[in-house]
């Protein structure tokens, strides 16, 4: 299957909507990295609809709060079986609660 044939106009569309998507993920990430929203608003703003929140990246989020670098993250990850590339909005009843006690 072959990807479909944009003209310019909808080309130039699409990028403004992907722009427009990460500033929308970077000022939420800054806000998580601020500690104005915590864990818990990220899951409410997924269930609520928010396609930013649901696809955010499970590492992304937790690389975004305060005092979590890199390794941490991964073993946080490994220990509770997340893959790296799994989205907010794919996680599963445990591993939601799992990482609601990190906010807590």
């Known amino acids: 299957m072959s990807l479909p044939t944009l003209t310019d106009e909808q080309r130039r569309e699409a990028m403004k909507k992907a722009v427009a998507?990460?500033?929308e993920?970077?000022?939420?990430?800054?806000?998580?990295?601020?500690?104005?929203?915590t864990i818990k608003d990220v899951f409410e703003m997924a269930d609520s609809g928010s396609k930013i929140a649901k696809?955010?990246?499970?590492y992304q989020l937790l690389q975004a709060l305060p005092?979590?670098?890199k390794a941490k993250t991964s073993k946080w990850m490994d220990d509770n079986c997340i893959k790296g590339m799994k989205r907010i909005g794919g996680l599963g009843k445990n591993q939601r609660e799992n990482l609601l006690k990190i906010g807590e």
Do not use: F, Y
């Open 67 to 69: 005092n979590w670098g």
């Open 21 to 23: 998507a990460r500033q």
């Open 55 to 58: 696809r955010m990246k499970v």
């Open 25 to 37: 993920r970077a000022e939420l990430l800054k806000s998580i990295k601020a500690g104005k929203t």
